[in-house]
């Protein structure tokens, strides 16, 4: 995982909002009236669309996001602002353009596929005065962002003008301006430091039909050139993103499934922002851009993904770092409240883990069996050393929770300095509390919090005192 060294970065999108509707239903016959399916709708649900999603995977990376943006005076612009503060997004830089239409798409979704769409909207550009007011709120507010980020769906906000100024008092105040491009012409952008196109677009916009390295190459100079880009980026669907500053870099693609790609170019367009405005490097931003997609594109319509879940997706494609399952107690914390909200099943152990030993292994594995997340609470340098005398633990804290890290079965792991781990229980609060063989029959600790208590048997003969008793007498193990 990349350093995210500014987690609650502040990132400011402007760009068209819109509302993203679903009816969701399935179909078991044709209709006689016509050849078309007859979807019986069981749930409906209505969710921020267009700039309104780069809005939701903000806030779900945690980061802290304002919106400049017009809306009309129309029904659909009431339900947009209560959606915004949902996600507690300030909406004082909304501005109102009478007799406009805010954009509303509503989909039919029928076991798990799109069937049909239909829009409600107006994309004629925003007049003079709303142009204006963006403008002067853009002047006033560009120097309390890490970055800004252009959401252009091709609705009428970003005209021509009004991108080129933006552009322009980003440049003079020295801040990273990303967009995520509509439409054949793109010298509105001049000036950006990237754009977000995908291959369709890019080929679109440059009249480059892109089928090998060769003309993509070519395609992402074309743009870089034209446009004044500090990068040039073509995202290339499965095959990954591709980026040309003075030689062509492919990031190869990090998605495990497919299931859809609605509000993906949000989703890159979010991500990269978020890791750009933790001062990571160009190549590490959309690393990062494709494990978010990678999670999102395997969800069901306009998604977002966590820090959480990108963490978890990346060690599910194994190419985690074992230290970025090592969780302070404030990590676990909104690990904990999204496993729940996912009803995964949590299982909680704790103990000191000195020497590891297939004892230790076979033991945690069992634990593992009982639910779907494995927390294991680890003993400090401090606790262990309350609890097994001054000359132990043989390995710091620190050595431990990275080796206890590194097995598979194990999810999380957080260090606790008291003698119980009973506040850690508490915090958590496990589905499942497992504890080894010698606490069968006896009261233990947060037993009365976790909804189920298990003990698991020691595996015989393996133990940290013995493997130390074995090593100053010089022997082996049998």
Known sequence: MISLKKLNPKILVIGDLMIDHYLWGSCERISPEAPVQVINVGDESTLLGGAG????NLSALGAEVDIISVIGT??????????????NVDTSYLITQKNRLTSKKSRVIASQQQVVRFDREDTQEINLQSQTAIIEIFKKVVNNYDVILLSDYGKGLLTFNLTQSLIKIANENKKKLLVDPKGLNYSKYKGAYLLTPNKKEACEATKISISDNNSLTKALKSLKDKCGLSYSLITLSEEGVAIFDHELRIHPTAAREIYDVTGAGDTVLASLGFALSSNNDIDEAVKFANLASGVVIGKIGSATATLNEIIEYESSLNKSNSFEHIKTWDD????????????????????????????????????????????????????VQKLKGKNRPINNEVDRAYLLASIEVVDYVVIFEQDTPLDLIELIQPDVLVKGGDYKDKEVVGQNIAKEFKVVEFFDGKSTTKTIKRIQKNERDN
């Open 53 to 56: 999603n780069v809005l939701n």
């Open 74 to 87: 129309c029904k659909v612009s009431e339900e947009l602002k209560n959606l915004l503060s949902l996600i």
């Open 332 to 383: 676990i914390s909104s690990i904990v409240l999204e496993l729940k909200n996912k009803n995964k099943k949590t299982v909680f152990t704790n103990g000191c883990f000195d020497i590891l030993h297939i004892g230790h292994i076979k033991y945690l594995e069992k634990a593992k069996s009982f639910g779907d997340v494995l927390i294991l609470g680890l003993n400090s340098d401090s606790s």
